[in-house]
């Protein structure tokens, strides 16, 4: 009678039910159609923490000590005025080059060349104050247009090959940049060679060709780049060229019947990259080196990059990113010189937070369902 009243339903003759083991359950791996915004942040915010603890645990091999990390990444970077003012120096260009990236991938274009259009950006403006073209008032106006014509013109070509010939944009953007990297240094070790010491670096630029000082120490760059940001943001977010960014990003060949411009658009779309990546070494060159230098862009392309990536292409979340990275190679300078820390490292740690946050990618995007059962023995 206990027996009875303790398995009931074995008393009715239902069988026992049995755990499944976890090697014989079948799963299906499906594309998510929607996720709720605050999952998707949730499952980012996890990725980012991951790769956080991933990196101080490599830090800390390396020789930081693990009570000094919190003070040198957020303390000693942000809340000390001189190294804040190093962290808005170093993002001025990134929060462009981040732009610029951000804006090609959305329409399609994987614009590898952001180094290559950096250099012609930075050579145009050069050439203005070489040249000594326009009147003193005028000068720093006619570096920055030439600035972003040059970097137009040099994602045109690649631009034109994707769209009228089907050339990988990936192939032909990452060639120009050693073109434009090679045609820097004949510039530079030959006839715009500084002739007063023979380096290999332009000579200096006058006073009325620099970008001026805000203030405390803090350069017009970044409040060029938080207006660039903006306009990004609007052209993004809220003009119909936006609306056709958007049509092309989901999926241009429904945009093309539905009667969205597609062709325009990822032109519009690639050369404004252009234009903002060649802003991104007028900024550099002069904002921050006042000449012409032979490495000013190194580390950009890998930054823009990994700004746009991280951002989701988002104007406004890249500027907050470039801001972060540009943080991380502070503290890197940092620990360069307190800890004996390779610079080296802080590319590591840009590299483990892009994996982490491409894992995340996939568990936004996919989600695996349990599709059935077999029976046990």
């Known amino acids: 009678m206990a027996e009875a009243a303790l398995a009931p339903d ?43 603890a991933i990196s101080a645990a490599i830090l800390v091999a390396a020789g930081v000590p693990a009570d000094e990390l919190a003070n040198e990444f957020v303390t000693q970077t942000f809340l000390d005025g001189q190294n804040f003012r190093a962290v808005l120096f170093q993002a001025a260009p990134m929060i462009l080059v981040g732009l610029a990236g951000s804006l090609a991938f959305r329409a399609r274009f994987w614009n590898l060349g952001l180094e290559g259009q950096m250099i012609w950006g930075a050579i145009g403006a050069t050439a203005v104050s070489i040249w000594q073209l326009g009147p003193e008032p005028l000068r720093l106006p006619l570096m920055f247009a030439a600035a972003i014509g040059c970097g137009l013109l040099w994602v045109l070509g690649p631009a034109w090959l994707k769209l009228r010939l089907g050339v990988n944009e990936i192939i032909s953007t ?77 999926n241009p060949r429904v945009a093309h019947a539905n009667g969205v411009p597609v062709r325009r658009t990822i032109y519009g779309a690639v050369l404004l990259s252009g234009a903002m990546a060649g802003l991104a070494g007028f900024a550099v060159a002069a904002g921050q080196e006042g000449r012409l230098t032979q490495a000013f862009y190194q580390g950009y392309g890998f930054s823009g990059i990994l700004i746009a990536f991280l951002a989701r292409n988002n104007p406004l979340a890249a500027t907050v990113v470039a801001l972060l990275v540009a943080a991380l190679f502070v503290t890197g300078r940092s620990l360069q010189v307190f800890y004996q820390v390779p610079f080296s490292m802080v590319q590591l740690i840009q590299a483990i937070i892009v994996v ?16 059935g059962t077999e029976a046990a023995p």
């Open 10 to 52: 074995t008393a009715r003759g239902a069988a026992p039910h049995r755990v499944q083991p976890l090697a014989r359950r079948r799963y299906a791996l499906e594309i998510r159609q929607h996720m709720a915004w605050r999952w998707q942040a949730l499952i980012l915010a996890a990725a980012l923490a991951a790769g956080f």
């Open 174 to 250: 990452l060639m120009l940049n050693y073109m434009a990297a090679n045609f820097l240094l004949h510039l530079v070790y030959g006839a715009w060679k500084d002739p007063k010491d023979s380096f290999p670096y332009s000579p200096q630029f006058r006073a009325f060709e620099r970008l001026p000082e805000l203030g405390a120490g803090i350069g017009s760059a970044i409040l060029l780049a938080g207006i660039v940001a903006l306009l990004a943001w609007w052209l993004v977010g809220v003009s119909r060229a936006g609306l056709y960014l958007r049509f092309v990003d989901a």
């Open 356 to 371: 982490c946050v491409a894992s995340s990618d996939f568990f936004i995007r996919h989600r695996l369902r349990r599709v």
